[in-house]
């Protein structure tokens, strides 16, 4: 990286000209020493290079966006209920809890992160809300700090991307592809830059497309991949990158993951 090149324009540069350098996606950040989708995880993820952060949205009783993954507040927290039951100075209040113990890190607000995040990595936005007041409310925040280049927002279902693509054109979406029938489908759609693609329908010639559409192929790693790689080192990340075009890799081992890579020469 030069002097003049920032981390995230290196992040930028390999996702859209070098598709044989594999990304890594930290799902819920950096969590080994910090709370799933909070600050410090976020923090960390930056610091040791990661691409991307997975993160998850969620809307407070007052209108607010927070970073949760779970609909309530049991698992994750020191609070209980629903996450829409409270308001944002109430959740504030809340710790964020860490392989069971009680952390000192707070519920971020998707605003904190987008003020932590600019100009330094990208963000994979997992949307737990579906009205379109909400959507709309998250690409305003998202314009207001100038972010759209950071930003992957990922859909369930591939047929709402011309939607959301009239918000704003300069936000990527990922739409997720649940067959080979749906990711020729959502190759036909325009700028389409990548691909949330499922292990049980991959095949070479299928992913080969999407690839040579100019578009990025996102596995994820989680729960087998990363289990294997647990139990013996470089047999999960062996297994997965036999698949020969997974250029996106989201992983609950970010720094392992970004260590076989790098020693392969398949990341920055």
């Not at 989708?37 to 966006?65: F, M, P, T, Y």
């Not at 959301?164 to 997720?176: G, S």
């Amino acid at each position: 990286m030069s002097a003049q090149e920032s981390n995230l324009d290196s992040i930028l540069s390999d996702f859209k000209n070098k598709p044989q350098r594999v990304l890594v996606a930290a799902h819920r950040a950096t969590n080994d020493n910090y709370p799933e989708n909070s600050l410090g995880a976020i923090k960390e993820s930056i610091l040791i290079g990661v691409d991307i952060v997975e993160l998850d949205i969620r809307q407070s009783k007052d209108g607010e966006l927070v970073i949760m993954h779970d609909r309530t507040l049991d698992r994750t927290t020191t609070g209980s209920g629903n996450v829409e039951d409270y308001t944002l100075k109430e959740l504030k209040k809340l710790l964020l809890m860490h392989m069971d113990s009680v952390s000192t890190e707070h519920i971020p607000t998707f605003e904190e992160v987008l003020q932590l995040t600019k100009g330094k990595i990208l963000l994979d936005i997992d949307f737990k809300l579906e009205d379109m007041a909400s959507i709309e409310k998250t690409y305003a925040l998202i314009q207001k700090y100038g972010m759209e280049n950071q930003i992957l927002f990922f859909l369930y279902d591939y047929k709402d991307t011309p939607t959301l693509q009239k918000l704003d054109k300069r936000i990527r979406i990922m739409p997720r592809a649940y067959s080979r029938r749906e990711v020729r489908r959502i190759l036909r759609m325009d700028n389409i830059d990548i691909v949330h693609i499922d292990e049980s329908y991959y095949k070479d010639s299928a992913m080969r497309n999407i690839i040579n559409s100019g578009a990025r192929v996102w596995i994820n790693s989680l729960g087998k991949y990363d289990a294997m790689e647990r139990v013996k080192k470089d047999s999960g990340f062996n297994a997965l990158l036999s698949k020969k075009y997974v250029n996106v890799i989201q992983t609950d081992l970010p720094e392992a993951l970004l260590n076989y890579l790098r020693a392969r020469n398949l990341h920055r």
